[in-house]
């Protein structure tokens, strides 16, 4: 199974910006769609961006102006360029490829606090 690992978490203020990176060990060409996930304490662990081979992005209505998907296949990577964070964006976030049933990162922590 092709491992996912992600990183670029942290700790940032409101308003500031964190670019997440997701490694995959193998071609990323294998995943029809990658995602971004996240999951906040208490809560159910939500889709908040995914982006297909063929370049189409979709986003959570939330993050929708603010956050950016994007991949590079030649680096078997993608990306989530988050701007303009506010504390609900505070969560664990998980690289996935290939849906639900496919593969997870072991998540990085997001905390957006002053």
């Known amino acids: 199974q092709v491992q996912l690992v992600e990183s670029g978490g942290g700790l940032v203020q409101p308003g500031g910006s964190l670019r997440l990176s997701c490694a995959a060990s193998?071609?990323?060409?294998?995943?029809?769609?990658m995602g971004w996930y996240r999951q906040a304490p208490g809560k159910q662990r939500e889709l908040v961006a995914s982006?297909?081979?063929?370049?189409?992005?979709n986003y959570r209505d939330s993050v929708k102006g603010r956050f950016c998907i994007s991949r590079d296949n030649a680096k078997n990577t993608v990306y989530l360029q988050m701007d303009s964070l506010r504390s609900e964006d505070t969560a664990v976030y998980y690289c996935n490829g290939g849906g639900l049933g496919g593969s997870w990162g072991q998540g990085t922590q997001v905390t957006v606090s002053s």
């Open positions: 193998e071609s990323i060409f294998s995943f029809y769609v």
């Open positions: 982006i297909t081979i063929t370049g189409n992005r």
